[in-house]
């Protein structure tokens, strides 16, 4: 098959950027699906890490690399992306594309705020703040639904039709900041002495077309078909990596709703985001081997207490352990992520949602030394017993209690590079994947080296 999906089967984090990477080798062009600036993926290419939050994965080796029409791209994030590779990419952005401006992070800051405010801290199930990464992916995505929005191809148009639209949506969204109480700022996130802190900066209409104006400048050169152009690719036997962002329980419609991202996010939607039918695909499912969340809304799993932000001194020993050893931190906001048991009853929904052809189990190495290992088989709710998950239903979902069953631990495997050499724990745990899913683990990541991989039979593109 020439094209190749590659899924997040969790809720995001999961460790997409190695996988992606180790099948770009062989990849003709690689294409970015959903999201936008809220996705920080992490590469190790040689001794250096590499994090891009817009650009395709395709750039590291400098193959062809395209950014679809349902990905919001922050022009000025973009330019210093691409300032990092001297402007020398051959990227191509669809036309259709939509373009997150500074107000889009404005309304989406203050969403959030309102939100938290109403709350009072109760974020557990469906009410409060959704945890958002603040990078305006919400508000973008609305303004295409209204046909209000700003597309590439506008924002590389006529100057003043782009100003023109620019101060119609800056009013539209002072108008309902205002509405909250609110002012019209916009969050600039830090890091202080390891905390999390949002700092207000104001921001007026002059920047926002300023931002504009000049990106579409810069940026109107690598203006590409997308569509078309991966259609002609798999016409031509070309091989196509389709790089999917977030995860699937952050999935629009079969995510937690409304603690999601606001893109579709399954395997099946990639042919709607890039423009093309229903070609015959692999779709490589990105399993960790712990689930993390970061943002509100319940994990059934959760060692951390269900709280958000993580509160660290009510957070199981275990969840401390792996948050340390994964570094699970934001790659966009630096915010401590929430850590949980493996959970089948996810991940046999997020199968049914997705169709996974391969399973490429990431981090595995760090669930070392944890004896016994915990997972999740089954939910009870409401004292009923059951395996399948209402991702619909927050509030059954905070109900739930897991069900566990225990799997002897291992020592370290970060060393091993052939399936016949895991330990028995780390192959009963596959073995539970394969039979939740029906699908081959067939990409076993156990470090963070490219050469840190146990590939079973992994064919990308048969
Ligand atoms: P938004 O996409 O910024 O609107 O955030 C909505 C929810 O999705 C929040 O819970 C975010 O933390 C989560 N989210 C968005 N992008 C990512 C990602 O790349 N990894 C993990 N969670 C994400």
Sequence with gaps: MPVLTIVGALWGDEGKGKVTDAVNEEA??????????????????????????????????????????????????????????????????????????????????????????????????????????????????????????????????????LKAKVKSNYEYVKGIISQLGLEMVMPDRKIIEGKYIIEDVPLTLE??????????????????????????????????????????????????????????????????????????????????AYPTKVGSGPVVTCLDCQKWPVDESVSDPVAKLIRGRGKEFGATTGRARRVGWPDMVVLKYSQQLNGFTDIALTRFDLLCDINPLKVCTAYEIDGKTTDKYPGWDLDALARAKPVYTEIEGFPDISNVRKYEDLPSGAKKFVELIEKTTGAPVSIISVGPERNQTIFRDFKAFE
Excluded at 216 to 225: C, E, F, I, P
Excluded at 245 to 258: E, H, K
Excluded at 267 to 285: E, L, N, S
């Design 28 to 161: 003709d062009l690689i294409v970015k699906t959903n999201g936008g600036a809220n996705a920080g993926t992490t590469y190790v290419v040689g001794d250096k890490q590499v994090i891009l939050h817009l650009l395709p994965s395709g750039v590291l080796r400098k193959k062809r690399s395209l950014l679809a029409q349902n990905i919001v791209m922050r022009p000025e994030l973009l330019c210093k992306e691409l300032e990092e590779f001297n402007w020398d990419v051959d990227l191509g952005i669809d036309p259709r594309l939509h373009v997150t401006l500074p107000y889009h992070l404005a309304l989406d800051y203050a969403r959030e705020k309102a939100a938290d405010i109403k709350a009072k801290g109760d974020n557990k199930t469906s009410g409060g703040a959704i945890g958002t990464t603040l990078s305006g992916i919400g508000p973008t995505y609305e303004q295409q639904k209204s046909r209000a929005g700003i597309r590439f191809c506008d924002l590389c148009g006529d100057e003043t039709k």
């Design 207 to 288: 920047q926002c077309e300023e931002l504009a104006v000049e990106s579409g400048k810069k940026l109107k050169k690598y203006m590409a078909d997308v569509s078309s152009e991966v259609y002609d690719a798999v016409k031509a036997g070309k091989k196509v990596v389709l790089q999917g962002a977030q995860g699937t329980l952050l999935d629009i419609a079969f995510g937690n709703y409304p603690k999601v991202t606001s893109s579709d996010v399954r395997a099946p939607a990639v042919y709607t985001a890039v423009g093309i039918p229903a070609f015959p695909m692999k779709v490589v499912g990105i399993v960790k």
